[in-house]
């Protein structure tokens, strides 16, 4: 089971909105509505953003949405903040005895 | 607080052998299935491994290839990750995670414990 693929790297202007993709196959992203999303700071666990797709676990401002056409899964930033600057993981299920593939990450920069 | 705890880290030699812990915390450790994960220095998550709630069913990286075993004890509150024939690439930080049973992700992850593999 590959990785799948995120952009190394995205930056935005404080306020602006960012996207990040993350492309897998009809065998994870594309094959079920379970992707979700992980911020992780230098030296820090990672931290749960995004459950299956879009949805947020209580806590996780608004700023973060989620969605998903095809083999592509996309979480967006609106409202670009300096605390966003970070590493970006996604995460789907791969069904059988694989269960769960990361990305390969995305590094936000705030600008 | 709902927390996890891992344990068990080191340096250790190629072809040897490693058992981390993870404790949990603050919530009902039974009720949830739970997670290893791994990141190499300078690299991304890796999911390792998972265990059913109940121990029922367990499933493996590739890369594992029958090197590492997920198990836990609920009357503790323990997970474990037995892992044997370590190799260099090995080499990571290794987090638990918990895994909730109505949905797919992974909401509460511990601090970590590192792993090293050096001859």
């Known amino acids: 089971q590959s990785a799948l693929t995120q952009p190394r790297s995205v930056s935005g202007s404080p306020g602006q909105s960012v996207t990040i993709s993350c492309t897998g196959t009809?065998?994870?992203?594309?094959?079920?509505?379970?992707v979700s999303w992980y911020q992780q700071h230098p030296g820090k666990a990672p931290k749960l953003m995004i459950y299956?797709?879009?949805k947020r676990p209580s806590g996780v401002p608004d700023r973060f949405s989620g969605s998903k056409s095809g083999n592509t899964a996309s979480l967006t930033i609106s409202g670009l903040q300096a605390d966003d600057e970070a590493d970006y993981y996604c995460?789907?299920?791969?069904?059988?005895?694989?269960?769960?593939?990361f990305g390969t990450g995305t590094k936000v920069t705030v600008l | 607080q709902v927390q996890l705890v891992e344990s068990g880290g080191g340096v250790v030699q190629p072809g040897t052998s490693l058992r981390l812990s993870c404790v949990g915390s603050?919530?009902?450790?039974?009720?949830?299935?739970m997670h290893w994960v791994r990141q190499a220095p300078g690299k991304g998550l890796e999911w390792v491994a998972v265990?059913?709630?109940?121990?029922?069913?367990?499933y493996f990286a590739d890369f594992v290839k029958g090197r590492f075993t997920i198990s836990r004890d609920n009357s503790k509150n323990t997970l474990y990750l037995q892992m044997n024939s370590l190799r260099a690439e090995d080499t990571a930080v290794f987090y638990c995670?918990?895994?909730?049973?109505?949905?797919?992700?992974?909401?509460?992850w511990g601090q970590g414990t590192t792993v090293t593999v050096s001859s």
């Open positions: 299956d797709v879009s």
């Open positions: 603050g919530f009902s450790f039974s009720n949830f299935g």
């Open positions: 995460c789907s299920y791969a069904g059988g005895y694989t269960f769960y593939v």
């Open positions: 265990i059913w709630y109940d121990g029922s069913n367990k």
């Open positions: 009809s065998s994870d992203v594309g094959g079920y509505n379970y």
């Open positions: 995670a918990r895994g909730p049973l109505n949905y797919y992700g992974m909401d509460v």
